[in-house]
């Protein structure tokens, strides 16, 4: 397992995890922010008109309303992004990190609102009556790209899973199993049937829930948020500050946390802000060609708003709870995960400078050291070597190595500072934590204590639950795209024994099969787009002529 997450690695290193893709997706949002002249701020309040059904006309094809159509597909991006997502980013990046992810969300407003409106002008309506639609649509329809159409498709289905159902019940479970100590293989397989029930009935039924679920889930969340913010009031200013500040230097070492470089930071905030609300990646389109309109831009101007709640909104108040909070600096008992840990050949005292720049410059991949291979001897669950343990990017503290419940005596085979993941032995300590775990600590620091930890399990379960019925339906959709209706009962099987088996599989294997799978549907879905540019601006002025139509008094974009 160690083994293929260094490959997967290695692949998300070339794309998804690569300068170029990060500068291709902001390039993209840019480009499109001022051809049409800022759109995210001139439109908004049209957007807001439209999710009410104020441009509806009787008959408009379709199977969903405009509000189901953004709440199925917020419930597809309100997820792990949100609060797993969020604390990876400054785990990895720093402060700085909740920047990038701000301003993807913000150039991504625009990207959302074009490839919504191109992929839902060219949708279809499909043996069984329903309508499918999304960027595949376009590259066949309008493009005569079918090639780029069936890549993009399959890139589809394995986002599915990469980013639908695997990342979602890994957090979910692992959530659970650290607040209530809930068997991770019993909510899998809970979920997994509720997932099954929910998914067998098609997208009316997946809407009908979502447009119920993600309302409440989202009132509930930010209401715990909100209470950690308040309770640490004294702390939310210097966290602005430390956002802002560092996005240019980086973050420097503090606390546990050995810091952050510019371009890590920029690389993983925009990589996670393209998680969260899923701009450009042609997930969204999907779900909104399921929407009754007449005219594609009002489609396109509902969509818009998605990045504004989710990353704007949502992540913006996960990113303050966990800086104000204190906890993504600071250490905390926990189990290790075989793939986190790295072994050193000696001995580092991060409170030594040179240490620190040494261990600072190793995990940033500016610098190489020694790793260990050979024995670790272990004596009564301690370990008797001189050598350093690094866990989730940080030097591990009060490690104890376990067989079952008791303290382990024996030997353990290390290469190149790799511990293998099939040993029956478990390593626990105080290190950094991330994902899931991080928000959860910081849930607990305010006036609800412990009790908070509960509302990050509870939200998380129903966002990322959420998010897994979505991603169901983009693969359902890319599934019968490429073999028609046959095609998706099959699909939704493995679906469901994905989602399932994701429960109780190591979460960093999965984080990393996310980000391959997030850059294979972005590239060909921002390469058409851009293709279609001129037809983007002509839809977009025929619309303000018809919406002046339909309301006189209203004072329209000059485009």
Partial sequence: MSKLNDILALIDGYIGGSSWFVYLLLGTGL???????????????????????KFDRDGDAGDTSHFQALTTALSGTVGTGNIAGVALAIHLGGPAALFWMLMTALLGMTTKFVEVTLSHKYREKTADGTMAGGPMYYMKNRLNMKWLAVIFAIATVLSSFGTGSLPQINSISNSLFATFGINKIATGAVLALLLAFVIIGGIKRIAKVTSRLVPFMAFVYLAGALAVIAYNYENIIPSIIAIFSDVVSGTAATGGFLGAGFAFAFNRGVNRGLFSNEAGQGSAPIAHAAARAHEPVSEGL????????????????TGLVILSSGVWNEKYENQFQTTDLVVMDRLYDETKPADQQALHDFLLGHAQLPEFTGQLNVVDGKLTNKLTILHARSVAEDVLIKEGDRPYTGTISVTNGVVPVTISQTFQGRSLVHSAPLTTIAFTKSWLGTYGQYIVAIGL??????????????????????????????????????????????????????????????????????????????????????????????KVPND
Avoid: H
Avoid at 518 to 527: D, H
């Fill in 461 to 554: 379960l129903l966002f990322a639950f959420s998010t897994a019925i979505s991603w169901s339906y983009y693969g359902d959709r890319a599934m019968t795209f490429m073999f028609g209706p046959k095609g998706v009962i099959y699909f939704r099987i493995v679906y469901v024994l994905g989602f399932f088996l994701a429960s109780f599989t190591d979460t960093t294997i999965i984080w990393t099969l996310s980000g391959i799978t997030i850059a294979l549907m972005t590239i060909p879905n921002l390469f058409g787009i851009l293709l279609l540019r001129r037809e983007m601006k002509s839809e977009v002025k025929n619309f303000w002529v018809e919406y002046q139509e339909r309301f006189p008094d209203d």
């Fill in 302 to 317: 509902v969509a818009l708003l998605e990045p504004f709640i989710d990353t704007i909104i949502i992540c913006t108040i």
């Fill in 31 to 53: 480009f499109f922010t001022l051809y049409l002249k800022f759109p995210q701020f001139r439109y908004l309040k049209y957007a807001l008109r439209i999710v009410r059904g």
